[in-house]
Structures are given as structure tokens and as C-alpha cells.
């Protein structure tokens, strides 16, 4: 029997290829495999449901089960591949060996703690949130409580802020700690990131900004963020949001090109590995890795493409990033490179920021509050990701 096409992962990277693929392909085997439950979800959604106060399953669009039938997979969940031979085509799970024809690495990012976490706090009262199974669990914790959870939230990145907009929204005490003096030090200058702390602050979120957390103990029932200042803030649960690092380990260990930034490919998504490719958080696609959905999902386009014969390179557009903090939204599109100055205009929290050249060209943009209504018109002047 032909070995089939073998997706790994079964987030929007690999689920959104199986569907693409299907459409092109009815009749060919494709197998799925995932480590986690498998089911259909969009993972922006996870930062969005405490304010709604929407139950796991409310995001679950379809069960794996459902999937498989939907599409014709084989869908294996709960089950993590060891290693990689691309020499034999094979992939390892535990003794078995799995031959597959050609193999789509979607497996991801993973969430970068800080600190280490003791496993008997882990999923318990110090969570990550960066899947469907991760919101389950978290979710699970507050609710026990059956009041309003005081929450310490460490890292004012995307996925920090919003969960702390989204937690406050819920009605939970919130307080959000970072070294950066501003939250989305990556994505916004600095006179943005203190226009939305400002916001945050006024929605009652308890900002500890320019500190880092040095130890995290607990008595029982409370929890303590030792800070470096030298104060603590006590809570019931913990959600760390440091920030991601691509899965790479499968793919590096097996000798295919890789770095901090993913498994390397080329514009047709291609690794260094004949007959395997990159998708998504993982890859690192032509020097870039957006780990954002409008890249994701324009590589999963161009490589259904390929995968059924019309062999096609992607192209990124000047997609800019919206962040989901309802209090002050936000919208940047960050220059790939420094700026020759940033041109910032506005009042109060409604800001817009112009990056540009020496030549005064546009680079990049960031928007706050009202501005964000600008996101069309500048996204349309600005350069491409990728041309
Ligand atoms: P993942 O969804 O992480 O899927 C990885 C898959 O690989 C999983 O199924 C996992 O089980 C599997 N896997 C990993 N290792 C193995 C193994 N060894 N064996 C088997 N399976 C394995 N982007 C936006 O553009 N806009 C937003 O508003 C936005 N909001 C976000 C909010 C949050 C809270 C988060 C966390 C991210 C957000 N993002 C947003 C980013 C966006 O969601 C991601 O870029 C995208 O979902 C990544 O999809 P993926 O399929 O590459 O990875």
C-alpha cells in the first residue's frame, strides 16, 4: 500500500493544509497526527473567551472524530511523534515506525517559561494558554474557585495583554508583570506602549512594568510572585506568557536546516529534506517567521498548491497585527528593520506612529484607540513581508 501524506500538527497550519489538500485531492491518503485532542479550534479565540466566559467546548468547532470524517484523514490524536528519519521516510512513536510519503512539519510553537514551574503546580495554578487543551485546563481552575480569581499574568507581549484585557473584562482581579517599561515592546515604540498601559491601568488591571519575577512560591493556597524590586504579589493562578519558541527539536535532531527562528524553508515551504516541508509557528519561511495567521495562511494555500502538482511560492503581503485589547485597541505592522525615526501623532490614547527611512518612506506603522481606523489606508502604502 502507497504510504500516505503525513501532516503533523492539527492546528490551523496543519488542519487548514488537510482541508486545502482535500479539496484538490478527494482520493489521496493523507494521515494527521497530533499531540493533542485534535480538535478543530482558532486559537485567536483563546484570548477573547474569559469576558464572554465561554466553556471550552464553545470554541471547539469540530471534534477530531468529526474531522477525519468530514475530510477522509486518518486522524491520530494524543500522539506525539519522537523522531524523524527522512532518510527511510519514516516517523517514530514510541516502537512503531510510520512510513509516510511526504511529510508536513505544522508542529508549531511552544511556550518559553522564564522560571521553572513545579510539576505540582503545572496545569494546576501556573498555567500557559496556548492551545485548545492548555484553555481547558486554565479554565477548569477558575471556575473551582466559584468567585473572581486574582490572576498574575507574567509577560505584556501580545498574548499577555490580551489575556489580561479579556481576564479583567471577566470581572477577575488581574495584575500583569513585565521587565519591558511598556506593554508589546516589540511591536509598538514606546509612547504607544504607554498609551495602552494607561488603558489597561484604567481598566483596573494592576501593571508591575520595568519588573521581573525572581521566584514564585506557594503555602497551600496562595501563591507568591517574588518581584525584583523586592515586592510580592500574591494570587490564585498564574498564566505565563513569555512568548513562543518553534518546535524544532524533531526536525533539528534529524539534521534538517534550522535555527531559533524554525525549521528553514524555501518560498515553496520546502526543508532542506527531500519530500519534507514547513508550515505555520514552525517555519521559518525565506528568513521569516510571522507566526500570525495571514501567513500561515497564505503558506497553506501556495503548498496545497504544490502538494497537488502546481508547484507555487508564497508571497506575504503588508499584513499589519491587530491585538485583542478591546480597552485600547491596537493595530501595528512593525518594520522588518530600525527606523530612521518614528513619526508619532495624536492625543491621549488615540496614537498613530509612522516608521521611516532616511528617505522619509514609510517602513512600518502603529496604531492606538480611535487611530486604528487608519489600518487600511497605511497597510496599503507600506512595504510587504515578503514580496
Ligand atoms: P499550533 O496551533 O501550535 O499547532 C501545533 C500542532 O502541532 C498541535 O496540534 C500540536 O499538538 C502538534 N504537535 C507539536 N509537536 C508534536 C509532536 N512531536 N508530535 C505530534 N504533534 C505535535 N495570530 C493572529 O494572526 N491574530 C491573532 O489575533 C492571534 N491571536 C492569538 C492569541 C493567542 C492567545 C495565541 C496563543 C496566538 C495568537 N495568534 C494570533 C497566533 C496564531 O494563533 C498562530 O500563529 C497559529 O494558530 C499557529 O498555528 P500552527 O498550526 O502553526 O501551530
Not at 508542529?107 to 484553555?135: C, E, K, M, S
Request: hydrophobic letters at 45%; glycine letters at 10%; a neutral charge.
Amino acid at each position: 500500500m502507497n504510504a500516505p501524506l503525513t501532516i503533523l500538527g492539527s492546528g490551523m497550519a496543519g488542519l487548514g493544509l488537510a482541508r486545502q489538500l482535500r479539496a484538490r485531492q478527494p482520493g489521496r491518503p493523507i494521515t494527521l497526527i497530533t499531540a493533542d485532542g485534535g480538535d478543530e479550534y482558532a486559537k485567536p479565540l483563546l484570548s477573547t473567551g474569559f469576558a464572554k466566559r465561554l466553556a471550552p467546548g464553545a470554541l471547539a468547532t469540530r471534534s477530531a472524530l468529526a474531522v477525519a470524517d468530514e475530510l477522509q484523514l486518518v486522524v491520530r490524536t494524543y500522539t506525539r511523534v519522537e523522531a524523524l528519519d527522512p532518510a527511510a521516510r519514516e516517523l517514530h512513536i514510541g516502537a512503531e515506525r510510520l512510513a509516510y510519503s511526504e511529510l508536513v512539519i505544522a508542529t508549531g510553537a511552544a511556550p518559553q517559561p522564564p522560571f521553572a514551574i513545579d510539576a505540582a503546580l503545572r496545569h494546576r495554578r501556573v498555567f500557559t494558554i496556548n492551545d485548545l487543551d492548555d484553555y481547558r485546563a486554565f479554565h477548569a481552575a477558575l471556575t473551582a474557585l466559584e468567585r473572581p480569581a486574582r490572576v498574575a499574568i507574567v509577560g505584556a507581549g501580545l498574548v499577555g495583554c490580551e489575556y489580561a484585557n479579556d481576564l479583567a473584562a471577566g470581572g477577575h482581579g488581574v495584575a500583569l508583570v513585565a521587565p519591558e517599561s511598556a506593554p508589546l515592546a516589540r511591536l509598538l515604540p514606546e509612547p504607544l506602549g504607554r498609551a495602552l498601559a494607561g488603558e489597561l491601568a484604567a481598566a483596573g488591571i494592576d501593571l508591575h512594568l520595568g519588573r521581573s519575577v525572581t521566584a514564585l512560591a506557594h503555602d497551600g493556597s496562595d501563591l507568591r510572585l517574588a518581584l525584583d524590586d523586592g515586592h510580592g504579589l500574591d494570587a490564585d493562578l498564574v498564566l505565563v506568557a513569555t512568548g513562543l519558541a518553534p518546535r524544532r527539536e524533531l526536525a533539528h535532531a534529524a539534521g534538517l536546516e534550522t535555527s531559533a527562528a524554525g525549521i528553514h524553508t524555501d518560498r515553496q515551504l520546502r526543508t532542506s529534506a527531500p519530500g519534507i516541508y514547513a508550515l505555520g509557528d514552525v517555519a521559518c519561511v525565506d528568513g521569516i517567521n510571522a507566526m500570525y495567521v495571514q501567513p500561515l495562511q497564505a503558506s497553506v494555500k501556495a503548498l496545497a498548491a504544490t502538494l497537488a502538482g502546481t508547484p507555487s511560492a508564497v508571497r506575504y503581503g503588508p499584513w499589519p497585527v491587530i491585538v485583542k485589547t478591546p480597552c485600547c485597541p491596537v493595530v501595528a505592522l512593525p518594520p522588518r528593520t530600525a527606523p530612521a525615526r518614528w513619526r508619532i501623532e495624536g492625543q491621549g490614547s488615540d496614537l498613530t506612529a509612522l516608521a521611516e527611512d532616511e528617505n522619509e518612506r514609510l517602513m512600518g506603522f502603529a496604531l492606538t484607540g480611535a487611530c486604528v481606523r487608519r489600518k487600511v489606508e497605511l497597510a496599503r502604502a507600506a512595504p510587504a513581508l515578503l514580496i
